[in-house]
């Protein structure tokens, strides 16, 4: 069975420094993976997405990840924190067809000004 | 391109009581999955929903059930509420087969509370 692991529940960055979400995934074969994000109340949003072909994804807000599958990492970067990334962020895996998501345990992005 | 609505946005109910949870999908998508998020978890499988057939379930016991429409509308039932039900229950649309495998567009959820 596939899923993810996210390190570190809560994280706290200074507005404009370096953000650093890590997510290890365990499957026998390389997943599909996601990272999504949530604000207060609200659902979750697709931030970018690793299905095949380039390592290093791109997604919107400025965030990218990269994936390492001799690492079975998927962490999660972006170059400059603003203070509207806090929110909280959920690694996921998925596969084709079935579609079904698993989700890590998400973690929570303070930015401190 | 309409979004995915989700109703009531809040409830609350009592202990032994039964809830119906409703979701409308995203325009073009004919898939629905459920996912229920208690208070500082990742969302967690329910079950999903592909042309009025569920099409999955995780872990979760026959008391929840499901049921898709001709217009890919979904609910989810919850009989003999339990404590533990009190959540934020969310749908996620998406489309099979798909160039986009796994990509989830999400409603904002149903948060019940259960005493």
């Known amino acids: 069975a596939q899923s993810v692991t996210q390190l570190g529940s809560h994280v706290s960055v200074s507005e404009g420094a370096l953000v650093l979400l890590r997510c290890n995934y365990s499957s026998s074969v390389p997943p599909y993976l996601f990272w999504y994000v949530q604000y207060p109340n609200q659902g979750l949003q697709l931030l970018l997405k690793?299905?095949?072909?380039?390592?290093l994804v791109k997604g919107i807000n400025g965030f990218e990840a990269e994936f390492k599958k001799s690492e079975t990492s998927f962490h999660l970067t972006k170059p400059s924190a603003h203070m509207s990334d806090a929110a909280e962020y959920f690694c996921a895996s998925g596969r084709g067809g079935y579609q079904k998501v698993t989700f890590g345990t998400g973690t929570k992005l303070q930015v401190i000004p | 391109e309409t979004g995915v609505t989700q109703s009531p946005t809040h409830l609350i109910k009592t202990r032994g009581q039964q809830v119906t949870l409703r979701c409308s999908s995203q325009?073009?998508?004919?898939?629905v999955s459920w996912y229920q998020q208690a208070l500082g978890q990742g969302p967690q499988f329910i079950f999903q929903?592909?042309?009025?057939?569920?099409?999955g379930r995780g872990n979760f016991p026959p008391r929840f059930s499901g049921l898709q429409f001709p217009n890919y509308s979904s609910e989810l039932n919850v009989n003999a509420l339990e404590l533990d039900d009190s959540a934020l229950y969310l749908c996620a649309s998406s489309l099979i087969p798909s160039r986009q495998p796994g990509e989830l567009f999400f409603g904002e959820g149903s948060r019940l509370t259960v005493l």
């Open positions: 690793y299905t095949t072909g380039a390592t």
């Open positions: 325009s073009g998508h004919n898939t």
């Open positions: 929903y592909y042309r009025e057939e569920e099409n």
